[in-house]
């Protein structure tokens, strides 16, 4: 299955922004989806995710209280709301995809078998 994230751009502190995850040509139902990102020079870390089954969600302490994900199956999309945004937040996001299984640790990078593109988010001070 191919993701496409998208929403990413340039945003002030304390700002919002909206990313969202395709995926084309499969419908997203059954998928766990995550989002993570990477700022330069660091690791890829865990953001955020929806498990499938239950639509359990699980974050990333930093980001406890400021985003929140959300899935639309009809629209085979999910999304990521990031609101007060840092300048810390500043990384390309990327979305993540796993199909049927019951992950238990959401944050897990390996649970995750299909990765989308990634999308430049800059939060500016």
């Known amino acids: 299955v191919q993701l496409q994230a998208s929403g990413g751009g340039l945003v002030q502190a304390g700002g919002s922004l909206r990313l969202s995850c395709a995926a084309s040509?499969?419908?997203?139902?059954?998928?766990?989806v995550g989002w993570f990102r990477q700022a330069p020079g660091k690791e890829r870390e865990f953001v955020a995710a929806?498990?499938?089954?239950?639509?359990?969600?699980s974050y990333a302490e930093s980001v406890k209280g400021r985003f929140t994900i959300s899935r639309d199956n009809l629209e085979n999309t999910v999304t990521l709301q990031m609101n007060s945004l840092k300048p810390e937040d500043t990384a390309v996001y990327y979305c993540?995809?796993?199909?049927?299984?019951?992950?238990?640790?959401?944050?897990?990078?390996?649970?995750?078998?299909?990765w989308g593109q990634g999308t430049l988010v800059t939060v500016s001070s």
């Open positions: 929806i498990r499938w089954n239950d639509r359990a969600t």
């Open positions: 040509g499969r419908t997203f139902r059954s998928y766990t």
């Open positions: 993540s995809a796993s199909q049927g299984a019951i992950i238990s640790n959401m944050a897990n990078p390996t649970a995750y078998r299909y």
